[in-house]
């Protein structure tokens, strides 16, 4: 989750912009001594409208994986879609009049591993949210900047 330094901050930055919010997630698994764990990174963009640019917020975090299978990755794909959901509810009031898009980094082709919780990770965000998510290749949020931060693209020159 946000600090809470990060949390005002997207407050005061939510109350003073008008514009699109877009929450997304991605995760990079490795194995440590033998045990899996996956590195969580959560987007919380807010796009100013008429492209005047916007602001990028973004935390990491690592938890061990629960998949019995790494080329099945149900619970992971799930904990991505649960981290989005808990964000967006950690901003529910100041987001209510906004338009906000959840974008989940799954993929509707079911030749790729992430189409195993399609209709889960869908009904779900319905479910909590209200919001229909978009997935790949609509999913931005997700699929390019959550993708950059988790990979550390962005420290790289």
Partial sequence: MFTE??????????IETPGNIYIGCDSEKFKKKGVWFAKYTIVFII??????GGRIFHYSVVEQVF?????KPKMRLMTEVR???DCYLEFGELLE??????HLDINSDPDHNSNLVVKEALGYVKG????DAKIKPDAFAAAHCADHFVRN?????
């Fill in 47 to 52: 796009h100013i409208e008429n492209a005047r």
């Fill in 5 to 14: 330094e990060e949390k005002l901050e997207i407050v005061d930055y939510l």
């Fill in 97 to 102: 009049d906004r338009n906000v898009e959840i």
């Fill in 83 to 85: 981290k989005i959901v």
């Fill in 153 to 157: 693209k962005h420290n790289k020159k």
């Fill in 128 to 131: 909590m949210t209200g919001l």
């Fill in 67 to 71: 998949d019995k299978q790494m080329n």
